[in-house]
């Protein structure tokens, strides 16, 4: 697309660059064009986040909102160029002789994707990079998504005749007959001479035959290996090893290259190979399950050998430790094991267009049986993983992912593929018109049911009470929702100090630093009121809370409910104590500047209705001002830059003449006018703002004190004591369930459609058990992302393992079960933190009663009392009823005391 020559660089090099707003229309421009009309093989970039968020504050582009802001910030620094260094690894691409990205990348907290024509703009404009390209692929059921492939398929090519792996990046939808040309062009082979193998954990898996089939429709991971062979009068040249299967290798095993570190993903090695052992893979029946006669090589196994089902851990295949942990919980949900276990083919949908003709739970089912074999071989998910990236494309790479967020697209592809509804009824959906709750949600429930009927349903979801209020005509809306899991926040009891420095605009005091402490996921508002406090702030004032950069003030903070996430412990800080708000009122912001410099804090005054001109700047600055004067009371006067530069003499120096010669006043200028009449234009009645740059000579900075202006504390300072970081203190998990239920605002950019205001408005929710499911998922919220940064919280959280009682919190009481009585059976642990975490799984047999570890292939046993740590992600409970006890249960099974060795 052609930029207009009014807002893109012109090829004279005389002329100046764009402006941020010319800047911002660019590349609204083509990102719009590229958007219209998006298809697979369309190239996009990656351009570092850091950067670009420095860019979106310097143009004015407010992603956030879905707008652009009406003007750039003034105040924000045009960036240097482009630096994406920060996302690339130090390996390289064999065949390419490039570097590649660095692993855990997330979009939008480390990195962006823009079109290629953005990306050759900004490029043209700032330089750097390097650049970054990828492509846009189809993906899921019947490939209608479109995605950026950001991570390729990594493939270590193993040949007889090399002493090491050669390494190449290829996308998952090349075919196999691509990977041939590769290989062949990597190793100087001619194309009939060589036949490659899937050589997948150091096993001949089988033979990639020259197929026009994709390299992801072939089920290879990323990071595993590919064998060659090269072929003499149709014989096979290689050493003569057999493999556990029978078939003869064309070299001996090599070893890996072994990774001291671990990227969300147990015994990982590098580029996201996994060392554990894989039995054969398994072949299909006719009736879609696995066979049980399949031969396996006991011998070659890293995992324990058991003698009891459920006890069979989960290869690794490259970052899918989250998979296997939200896995090994629900193979261990005794309600499924039952389901699957029997034959529940008769209730697969394969007509629901929002399932995935039983493909999904069929592979689970297959998987699952597998996992509660005897033989204790640990199992490679891949059929599994295949069938859930259709469903869910986004889990089709090998990054790491959530496993909280891959459970809940499981849990729901499991329900699409089992509904037993073939033909979904049209249900209008009603509002309880003053009805009791009992029969209003009892309605919700059966529409609900008439529409999604499963063993997840049957199983796993629960209904809750949701009521809106609005906060100006105060209608009333009540709805009853269904859940599938609840996601609960953890109440910080840790706090956070910050330190803003307050400036009386009203000349009554020096500024002074003020330090107080506030809730560590508080809001501005916690901020402004504890500061408020702090500095007795009378009901007649308000505080302005700005961050300051580079002696500007680089934006306000004037939304109450941001989060205080959003400042940084590195940020400068001031609150400016202001006349409470009226709707005429001008502010006055304050730049001071030496010699073409700036230096010192911003200050902030208000000017009055009617006082937008130079008599009213004039003695605003100079009451804020005052408290810094070393003599009498100033006064301040205008000059326009022209008159400065010709040494003309100012034409307020005459009523001047009077004053003390001693008595230094500095002069102003509106920031960015060249003469009087571009204040004029400012100073209409309809302007909100007026910034001026007050000009220092030496003489007057003699006559102030201007010590207090400089040096602003930041926000938190990391020295000493203090630089220790702040141990996370326990809260309970009825602290958190407390938390989840209380009343709160939505957010900005969650208003809701209030039908008595007609208007969107910022209701107030609240929310309710109502029906609770047998078995109960409770999410812990450990993790959070903003603009700004990425945070985990290693929050201990003191959850019951066998007495977990929800009684008092359920509010139906009629129809409730007799006992709301739960016990813990498995748990979802994460490690670390978010750039290179790893996740495992407690899981309890619960006919032994018996706890044991999943860490991938490696399963281990356990005592009851040891899962529970600060690592608990995912919690997993099953109603039991009154009366009987674990041990009970466990005889009255017959399953006997022994528990199984690991």
């Known amino acids: 697309m052609t930029i207009p020559r009014s807002i893109g660089f012109l090829s004279d090099d005389s002329c100046l660059p764009l402006t941020p707003e010319e800047e911002r229309r660019a590349i609204q421009l083509l990102e719009r064009a590229a958007s219209s009309n998006r298809k697979e093989g369309d190239q996009y970039c990656l351009v570092s986040a850091t950067w670009w968020n420095g860019w979106k504050d310097y143009v004015g582009l407010d992603e956030s909102s879905g707008l652009l802001a009406q003007a750039p910030l003034a105040e924000s620094i045009r960036p240097g160029q482009i630096d994406n260094s920060e996302l690339l690894s130090s390996e390289m691409d064999d065949e390419k002789d490039e570097l590649t990205l660095r692993e855990g990348l997330i979009e939008q907290i480390d990195y962006i994707l823009v079109p290629l024509d953005v990306w050759k703009k900004l490029k043209e404009w700032y330089g750097g990079g390097p650049t970054i390209v990828r492509k846009l692929i189809s993906r899921g059921q019947n490939n209608r998504e479109l995605s950026v492939e950001v991570y390729l398929l990594c493939l270590r090519i193993i040949h007889p005749k090399k002493t090491s792996p050669r390494t190449i990046y290829i996308s998952k939808k090349a075919r196999v007959n691509e990977l041939y040309d590769r290989i062949c062009e990597l190793f100087k082979l001619g194309r009939s001479k060589i036949r490659i193998w899937d050589y997948f954990n150091q096993t001949k898996q089988k033979l990639l035959s020259e197929t026009d089939e994709s390299l992801e429709e072939v089920l290879l991971s990323s990071g595993q290996e590919i064998l060659i062979e090269e072929l003499g009068d149709g014989i096979s040249l290689g050493s003569g090893q057999m493999d556990s299967t029978g078939n003869r290798l064309a070299l001996a095993p090599i070893e890996p290259q072994r990774s001291s570190i671990t990227i969300a993903g147990g015994p990982t090695v590098s580029n996201r190979y996994s060392t554990g052992s894989l039995p054969d893979l398994a072949q299909e029946s006719s009736s879609g399950l696995w066979s049980s006669d399949t031969q396996r090589d006991s011998s070659s196994s890293s995992s324990s050998k058991v003698d009891s089902g459920g006890l069979t851990g989960l290869l690794n295949l490259g970052n899918t430790c989250f998979m296997n942990s939200a896995i090994q919980c629900l193979v261990h949900t005794p309600q499924l094991v039952e389901y699957f276990l029997g034959d529940f083919t008769f209730e697969i949908n394969k007509s629901n267009p929002l399932g995935m003709q039983g493909e999904l739970a069929i592979a689970f089912g297959d998987l699952l049986r597998q996992l509660w074999s005897s033989s204790g071989i640990s199992v490679a998910p891949r059929l599994f993983k295949g069938k859930l990236a259709r469903f869910a494309p986004q889990f089709s790479g090998y990054n790491q992912h959530d496993s909280q967020e891959l459970l809940a697209f499981l849990l729901d592809g499991l329900h699409e593929d089992l509904n037993r509804v073939k033909n979904k009824p049209y249900i209008e959906a009603k509002s309880a018109n003053g009805r ?44 009853f929702d269904p859940f599938m899991y609840l996601s609960l926040p953890l109440p910080s009891s840790v706090t956070r100090t910050i330190t803003a420095t307050v400036v009386y605009s009203d000349g009554s005091r020096l500024p002074i630093p003020t330090t107080v402490t506030v809730p560590k996921q508080g809001s501005c508002r916690d901020l402004l009121q504890a500061i408020g406090i702090a500095c007795c702030l009378s009901q007649n004032e308000e505080l302005i809370l700005v961050e300051v950069l ?56 208000c000017l009055p209705e009617g006082a937008v001109d130079t008599a009213g700047i004039r003695a605003a600055a100079g009451v804020v001002l005052s408290p810094l004067f070393r003599g009498k009371s100033a006064k301040f006067v205008s000059r326009s830059s022209k008159e400065r530069e010709n040494g003309h003499a100012r034409e307020e120096d005459d009523e001047d003449e009077d004053e003390d010669e001693n008595d230094a006043v500095p002069s102003f200028e509106l920031a960015g006018a060249e003469d009087r009449n571009s204040f004029r234009d400012s100073s209409s009645g309809a302007a909100k703002r007026v910034k001026i740059f007050l000009d220092w000579t030496e003489k007057e900075q003699g006559s102030y004190d201007l010590s207090f202006l400089d040096d602003l504390p930041e ?9 220790k970081k702040t141990r996370q203190e326990g809260v309970n998990l009825f602290s958190c369930l407390e938390a989840f239920l209380r009343e709160e605002p939505l ?55 066998t007495d977990l009682d929800l009684g008092l919190y359920v509010m139906n009481k ?23 975490g790893h996740y495992t799984a407690y899981a309890k047999l619960t006919k032994e009663n018996r706890w044991y570890h999943f860490d991938d292939s490696h399963v281990s046993p356990v005592n009851g009392d040891s899962v529970r740590t600060s690592a608990a992600y995912v919690l997993f409970y099953r109603r039991v009823d009154s009366g009987d006890t674990p041990m009970q249960e466990a005889e009255a099974s017959g399953s006997g005391s022994a528990a199984a060795q690991s």
């Not at 926000?715 to 630089?723: D, L, N």
């Not at 009629?814 to 290179?836: C, D, F, M, Q, W």
Request: a positive charge; proline letters at 6%; hydrophobic letters at 30%.
């Open 715 to 723: 926000v938190y300072k990391h020295t000493g004591f203090f630089a």
């Open 747 to 801: 957010g900005p950019d969650d208003m809701w459609y209030c039908p008595g205001c007609k208007k969107h408005r910022q209701a107030t929710k609240k929310l309710d058990l109502w029906r609770l499911p047998e078995i109960l998922v409770i999410h812990l919220k450990r993790f959070s992302y903003n603009r700004f940064m990425k945070n985990k919280l290693d929050t201990f959280v003191n959850f019951p393992v």
């Open 814 to 836: 009629s129809t409730s079960p007799k006992s709301l009585a739960y016990e813990l059976y498995a748990v979802i642990n994460h490690y670390g933190g978010l750039g290179g």
């Open 436 to 479: 009791p709750d009992e029969e209003f949600a009892d309605e919700c429930w059966r529409n609900h049911k008439a529409r999604n009927d499963s063993i997840i349903v049957d199983v796993c979801q629960g209904q809750y009470k949701s009521t809106l209020v609005c906060p100006t005509c105060s209608k009333v809306s009540v709805t």
């Open 550 to 605: 580079n002696h500007r003030i680089h934006r306000y903070y004037e939304r109450p409910l941001l989060p205080l996430t959003h400042i940084k412990d590195e940020d400068h800080l001031v609150a400016y104590r202001l006349p409470s708000k009226q709707e005429k009122s001008t502010r006055l912001e304050i730049t001071h500047r030496k010699k073409d410099r700036l230096f010192g804090t911003p200050l902030v005054a």
